[in-house]
């Protein structure tokens, strides 16, 4: 079956640090990759998605590449800000209907 | 514009209640679901609706009950309510495709005592 484990949580960071959240996967089948973040209060909206192997997906200063040959799509951003503080899930799916398996998640807090 | 509206946003209910969630969405999205996320975070698929039609039923408690009136709309019912219930729902919904994104609403925060 489909998993998405997570590096543990939280992650504290000061503002202007560089940020890595892990993600690993097992798929079977050719997954799509994704990565959602959650702000306080709210519902998920997708930050960045990549589909194939070696795709980039970025938004909003942040990145994350398809490896396939390492099963992994970990997410980067250079220079971190407060407003980036939010719970932060990896995501894959296969299949048109299937069913989106999402990671744990990971809290984020970014200090001024 | 709202795309995907939960309501109520707070249910707080005592055991054994019946209660609903309502879900609409503007989008135009033939795909809507129905997760569960429990306090620290991890979240659970329960249901999800193609164009009215049941496709995705994971190991929910027949308690919960999914109705679809039209595509743009799911609820959800839940019966005889329990503490463990208690929880964050939320809707969304997406075209049937493998790369298209899920919009969520902004959750329905269940306390049950």
């Known amino acids: 079956g489909n998993s998405v484990t997570q590096m543990e949580g939280p992650v504290t960071l000061s503002e202007e640090a560089f940020l890595t959240i892990n993600c690993t996967y097992t798929?079977?089948?050719?997954?799509?990759l994704f990565w959602y973040v959650q702000y306080p209060g709210e519902g998920l909206q997708l930050l960045l998605k990549a589909t194939k192997a070696d795709d980039k997906g970025s938004n909003k200063g942040f990145e994350a590449t398809y490896r396939k040959e390492t099963t992994s799509f970990h997410l980067e951003k250079g220079s971190v800000q407060v407003s980036d503080s939010a719970v932060y899930f990896c995501?894959?799916?296969?299949?048109?209907?299937?069913?989106?398996?999402f990671g744990k998640g990971i809290t984020l807090s970014v200090r001024p | 514009d709202t795309a995907v509206s939960q309501t109520p946003k707070y249910l707080v209910t005592q055991m054994g209640n019946d209660k609903s969630i309502k879900c609409e969405q503007n989008?135009?999205?033939?795909?809507m679901y129905w997760y569960k996320q429990d306090s620290k975070k991890f979240l659970k698929i329960m249901f999800s609706y193609n164009n009215k039609e049941l496709i995705i039923n994971e190991t929910v408690p027949n308690r919960f009950s999914p109705k679809s009136p039209d595509k743009a709309h799911l609820n959800l019912h839940i019966n005889s309510l329990e503490l463990g219930d208690s929880a964050v729902y939320f809707c969304?919904?997406?075209?049937?495709?493998?790369?298209?994104?899920?919009?969520f609403g902004n959750g329905t925060r269940l306390t049950v005592t």
């Open positions: 969304a919904s997406s075209q049937p495709l493998q790369d298209s994104p899920l919009h």
């Open positions: 995501a894959l799916q296969t299949g048109a209907n299937s069913k989106l398996t």
């Open positions: 798929a079977t089948g050719y997954p799509s």
């Open positions: 989008l135009g999205h033939d795909t």
